[in-house]
């Protein structure tokens, strides 16, 4: 089938600011203890094949 990983580096610059705002998002739901919101943002993220870390730093995403 078609490969369907791509490089962030391949990512135009609208894809990367809608993937931001999507991690941006979670993470003010994740703040604001709306788990609901969380994992619907999350499944969304995972649908456009992007995983996301939480790290003490913050969220980190990449493609998978």
Do not use: F
Not at 33 to 52: C, F, K, N, P, Y
């Amino acid at each position: 089938g078609l490969d369907a990983r791509r490089a962030v580096s391949e990512l135009s610059a609208e894809e990367r600011r809608a993937i931001e705002q999507l991690v941006a998002d979670r993470t003010q739901a994740r703040k604001e203890r709306d788990w609901t919101r969380a994992d619907q943002i999350r499944a969304e993220l995972d649908e456009l094949g992007v995983q996301v870390t939480d790290t003490a730093e913050g969220p980190v995403w990449q493609l998978t």
